[in-house]
């Protein structure tokens, strides 16, 4: 099995920035896809982004340009920082991993707990 667990997410300003990380443990030979969704309020549940073992990411459209995701392989954790944030960025953010390269596969085979972040305008 595998384990992710996000930091604290928070409240900031629009346009203001923030940082999630999130860190896997137990049977992480297993994981090749790591990032984030994200569900507003009354919506469905929606790809963020996501960096393959290798270090290729993947936006998407409504964060690429603002959001930045990366990878330490040592310590087995993906961080976010989002930068311009917006009110509509305002969500659970939950980290997710899967054995596959892209986490749009279908849906991810581990989650995690999710973090509230919100954007106030």
């Known amino acids: 099995q595998v384990q992710l667990v996000e930091s604290a997410g928070g409240l900031v300003q629009a346009g203001g920035s923030l940082r999630l990380s999130c860190a896997a443990s137990g049977s992480i030979v297993r994981i090749n896809a790591m990032g984030w969704y994200r569900q507003a309020p009354g919506k469905q549940r929606e790809f963020v982004a996501a960096v393959t073992r290798s270090g290729s990411p993947d936006y998407a459209d409504s964060v690429k340009g603002r959001f930045t995701i990366s990878r330490d392989s040592a310590k087995n954790t993906v961080y976010l920082q989002m930068n311009s944030l917006k009110p509509e960025d305002t969500a659970v953010y939950y980290c997710?991993?899967?054995?596959?390269?892209?986490?749009?596969?279908?849906?991810?085979?581990?989650w995690g707990r999710g973090t509230q972040v919100t954007v106030s305008s």
């Open positions: 997710a991993a899967d054995p596959l390269w892209s986490l749009r596969v279908g849906a991810p085979n581990y």
